[in-house]
């Protein structure tokens, strides 16, 4: 008797794992980025999009670099970083995170696939890599040397 309720017993921890493995595939909560170029126009150049999930809420980080120049015949070069967040709501059943940018609601389709989480709206999508993934580090790394190159290449112009 003794044995049997211990192997019931094994049987359903087993199966409330397996189930509690399996139940809405991967989960979307955590931090991701991605950086390059051409992906909004804010900014002088390549943006890093930081992307933070907790529970239901999100929100979404444009961080990017301007160059100004002052000074005698505008040799006095600035490189300026700024940054503009978006708050947003996760809807998991939906597999949705709907922002609120400028005053309108926008949402957009998510998939989380290993350390990789994907937006999509109508046939654009964009791909973040998340902050368990060696990509997410480079990414951070090649927009901050990013400025300096900009000091380099605006003076030099």
Do not use: H, P
């Not at 301007?66 to 947003?88: A, I, P, Q, R």
């Not at 999508?125 to 993934?133: C, I, N």
């Amino acid at each position: 008797m003794k044995k049997r309720t211990l192997v019931l017993g094994f049987m359903a921890l087993v199966t409330t794992l397996i189930l509690a493995g399996c139940g809405g595939g991967a989960k979307v909560e955590g931090n991701y980025n991605t950086y390059g170029e051409e992906m909004f126009a804010i900014g002088d150049y390549d943006t890093l999009l930081d992307l933070s999930v907790k529970e239901d809420k999100a929100t979404i980080t444009m961080n990017y670099y301007t160059v100004e120049s002052d000074g005698f015949l505008g040799m006095d070069v600035n490189v300026v970083k700024d940054s503009e967040k978006y708050s947003g709501k996760v809807d998991s059943t939906k597999k949705t995170i709907t922002f609120s940018i400028d005053g309108s609601d926008q949402s957009m389709k998510y998939k989380v696939d290993g350390d990789k989480l994907t937006l999509y709206e109508g046939d654009a999508e964009l791909s973040f890599v998340s902050e368990k993934s060696d990509k997410y580090a480079s990414n951070q790394s090649d927009f901050e040397n990013q400025a300096d190159e900009l000091a380099a290449d605006d003076f030099l112009e």
